[in-house]
């Protein structure tokens, strides 16, 4: 009997059934279920409640967004706020600026790169952090980090041969657009012992044994701090991975989201932006990420990003541009959210009380971060059978497990990863 339904999983896209997102994968599933037994009243369980810690998302856990940020987003959302008193002057007047500089409003697409005032605000934002120039022309707005990765990869993967190396442990957005891309996901092992360390001298022997494969490797992901292990590259270990990238002509993707999140006082981020421009002898093309989700905002909601390129050849900026005119522009309550997120109240155009009340906010959400990774850390090290490095930045720890043998031995008969058998079993009685 024929189905009912047209599209089915035999006739649709097959890359979409290879493709796995795991922090939305069957154990978030699971505890999603376990949350809706407890509300319902269900005892069976030797706790309360149930706290989902498998993405970043820290507004779901209480940090606060800052006050400034939303007001002046308020008044652009409902221009006759300007006719009030309801704010500080100084958030009307942040307010009045950005509708002077945009044309139809927040309701009207955006050039396809995002608002001239917002790319000119992330350029400087960049100059300043880097010490190198920065060109709002290399900028481009994104709803989040995630779709400018998406951008990125639809640019440079060509055909079924392409692979990209990405790091393991790996945030998981990029096997899965791999795999929706029909490329190669070629990865590279963060040494646990070392700190989550990138060893380049890998770097090369996986470079080279997957192009012995008939692999065409165009790009490199690094993740700086990592996520999902929480590690900040060394200036010494950046340069060592630029080297590599320039020796084998391949790109770099600076997955840079978390470059705020940095909690250990012997450790400072580097933007690979400014490692790539103060080594002009090995030249490599950079696409680098950030994003309003994550840092010490946690707007995952509003979706603001940005992607700067560097080194790129012109033509291919061109395609680049039509790329990116094909999705019209990024939303545009993210990108002032992200203009806001790189010109922040400061002493040169904001009254005293207006910072005052922006710093506290900002070291309030940098505490508390700072408090809860070493929380997490600790707690982990005082479990059985559980190791973990510290949590240098980013929002994660990654901890290895010490499973029992029958344990894994009974993940392999049902087919499972010893990892997910452990999480979904929840008491192991083998």
Request: proline share 6%.
């Amino acid at each position: 009997m024929a189905s009912k339904h047209i599209i089915n999983l035999k006739n649709m896209n097959p890359a979409v059934l290879q493709a796995e997102y795991a922090v939305r994968g069957a154990m978030v599933i699971r505890a999603k279920q376990i949350k809706e037994e407890i509300q319902a009243g269900s005892k069976k369980y030797p706790f309360k409640d149930l706290t989902e810690c498998n993405i970043g998302n820290p507004q779901a856990f209480g940090q606060q967004p800052f006050s400034f940020h939303r007001q002046v987003l308020s008044v652009l959302m409902n221009p006759s706020l300007l006719h009030t008193k309801v704010y500080h002057d100084d958030v009307y007047k942040r307010a009045e600026l950005y509708l002077n500089s945009i044309e139809h409003g927040l309701g009207a697409y955006s050039d396809s790169q995002g608002f001239p005032i917002v790319r000119k605000n992330i350029a400087r934002y960049i100059e300043q952090r880097d010490g190198f120039p920065s060109n709002p022309d290399n900028i481009y707005t994104t709803d989040g980090a995630s779709s400018g990765i998406n951008i990125a990869l639809e640019l440079l993967l060509s055909g079924p041969n392409d692979g990209v190396m990405i790091p393991i442990p790996q945030y998981p957005l990029y096997t899965a657009l791999l795999a929706l891309k029909n490329a190669n996901p070629v990865p590279y092992f963060l040494n646990e012992e070392k700190g989550w360390s990138v060893d380049t001298e890998l770097l090369q022997q996986v470079y080279d044994e997957n192009t012995k494969k008939g692999i065409n490797i165009k790009a490199l992901v690094v993740i700086n701090p990592g996520n999902p292990t929480g590690q900040v590259l060394s200036e010494s270990d950046m340069k060592k991975i630029v080297e590599f990238a320039s020796k084998n002509r391949i790109v770099i993707l600076a997955d840079e989201v978390y470059q705020l999140n940095v909690y250990t006082k012997n450790k400072k981020f580097t933007s690979f932006k400014k490692i790539c421009a103060s080594m002009p002898n090995h030249p490599v093309d950079l696409f680098s990420f950030h994003s309003t989700s994550k840092g010490i905002m946690g707007e995952c909601g509003i979706r603001g990003g940005y992607f700067e390129i560097f080194n790129i050849d012109k033509d291919v900026h061109f395609q680049l541009e039509k790329l990116r005119t094909m999705f019209l522009c990024s939303n545009t309550t993210g990108q002032i959210l992200t203009d806001l997120m790189v010109n922040p109240p400061n002493p040169e155009e904001n009254s005293p009380e207006v910072l005052e009340q922006y710093n506290r906010e900002y070291q309030n959400n940098y505490n508390s971060l700072v408090y809860r990774a070493k929380l997490v850390t600790d707690s982990l090290r005082k479990m059985k059978n559980v190791i973990c490095n510290e949590v240098e930045g980013a929002m994660y720890a990654f901890p290895r497990i010490h499973l029992p043998e029958k344990a894994i031995e009974e993940a392999q008969r049902r087919n499972q990863a010893p990892d997910l058998f452990y999480t979904m079993s929840g008491k192991l009685n083998i």
